[in-house]
């Protein structure tokens, strides 16, 4: 087969593999900046590490410092449904970590709302 009937070949499987993929899957995901009150950003990370465990739904939760603003954090989330993100704002135990993080937020930055296909560490 001739390299130019591979590549576009390939290049249909690749997207019919795509629109496979999109239709089992219905994740959401969110890409957020958090802003901390000045030198406070340490702090509001633990906040927010301590409720990431019990989260039914939730397939991956990063927090990660922004190293160009050293009062910065972005939150990347992979839920499984928008349905299961809301749920979750509802947790006593999200609630509480809202609670005591609230008092060092100083704001926020960009917000994404993305719908994940896959990647390492995620079930498609």
Same mark, same amino acid.
């Given at each position: &087969? ?5 590549? %576009?070949? $390939?290049?249909?499987?690749?997207? +019919?593999? @795509?629109?496979?993929?999109? =239709? ?30 019990? &989260? ?5 939760? %990063?927090? $990660?410092?922004?190293?160009?603003? +050293?009062? @910065?954090?972005?939150?990347? =989330? ?47």
């Amino acid at each position: &087969m001739e390299r130019r009937g591979f590549v %576009v070949g $390939a290049a249909a499987l690749g997207v +019919a593999g @795509a629109a496979v993929s999109q =239709e089992k899957t219905a994740m959401y995901g969110l890409i957020g900046k958090m802003l901390a009150q000045p030198g406070e950003r340490d702090a509001l990370i633990a906040i927010l590490v301590e409720g990431t465990d019990a &989260m039914p739904g939730c397939l991956s939760y %990063v927090i $990660a410092r922004d190293p160009t603003n +050293a009062d @910065a954090i972005w939150i990347t =989330e992979v839920w499984d449904s928008a349905a299961s993100h809301q749920a979750s704002l509802k947790l006593p135990a999200v609630q509480a970590a809202i609670s005591r993080a609230r008092p060092i937020i100083a704001g926020f930055g960009e917000r994404f709302e993305t719908e994940p296909v896959g990647g390492y560490g995620l079930a498609t």
